[in-house]
């Protein structure tokens, strides 16, 4: 059965300023490489190797990245939004690359551990116009709800509630029939959620749930960023492309302190260095930081060419590339840091300065 992917990737990711504003989203590395290569690669595994990358906001570094796939062992190709289109327009943007009758469609920042095929097997099986994956989640008021009835048809698609119906919610994957995409107006923005799927439902389209226990987790904040990344490093969120699983990840050419603590499926990035005694739990550090000795970093990112001076906290934070964190300052509770500012010995920060 012939398959294509696309993968939408052409958001602002503005709630992970301001890491955002030198790479895109999926850009950002996790747990070694940049976010997107973990999807490529459960795509490759699954045997589907026509990829198309939804693009717009900086769709050239995804370019300059992936080039034509094969390094990844795909066919890649990028088609470029000149401007953003939403999910649905950013679906039906790429319909003249397409080659099959079904359509995957993945949002970029959304990790899945889905038996894929499985998920495409079924999507055809039942004749299916649009399948969604759907995902149970404890607490479902902060998404929209997908209620199914018993053989798996789409009742409706309902807006976040304080009293939710279900706790069934749009997982960010979808198997499309070719020609519905081509049913999606152009020229403007269109979104799945609140346009493409109710309209589908309206017309008595076949739109129907594949309910997954499978891994699921939507990478778009800090908080779900960081623990994603530690998912992957832990083996808990199934990639093949993780260089190697465990308490913590040192990428090659990071040089760490015997004496320095790092774990909780934290990730040290190249070139970065690690000072005796430091502490670094459940964080991502980008490639050429250095943390000083005796910093202490928790459930945090810190950008690429950071430098933390000896003594400092960090936790549940965002550092911006390039910041230079003075000694003994503390930052907690979701403190941003804009790339490049040098914050002063002793500082202190418990918000957001962005
Ligand atoms: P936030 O600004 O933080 O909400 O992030 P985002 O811009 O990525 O938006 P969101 O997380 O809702 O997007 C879900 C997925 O769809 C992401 O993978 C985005 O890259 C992608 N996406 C969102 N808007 C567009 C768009 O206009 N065009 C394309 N091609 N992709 C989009």
Redesign the pocket.
Known sequence: MSTDAVI?????????RPLTLSA???MLPTAGVPFLTHLISRLREAGITHVVL???YRAEVFEDYFGDGSRFGVDLKCVV?QE????G??IR?VAPALRADTVLVF???NMIGVDLVDFVETHVKTDADVTLCLTKVEDARAYGCVPTDVDGRVEAFLEKDPNPVTDQINA?LYAFKRSVIDTIPTGR?VSVEKETFPGLLASGANVRGYLTTSYWR?F?TPTDFVCGSADLVRGIAPSPAVPQTGERLLMPGSSVSPKAHIYGGSTIGTRTAVGAGADIDSSVVFDDARIGAGAVIRRSIIGKGVTVHPGALIEDAVIGDGASIGAGTELRHGARIWPGVDLAEGSIRFSSDL
């Open positions: 939408l990737v052409g958001g602002f990711g503005t709630r992970l895109p989203k999926p939804g693009t717009s939004e953003a289109l939403g999910t327009g950013g943007n949002n970029g920042d960010g923005p939507d778009g």
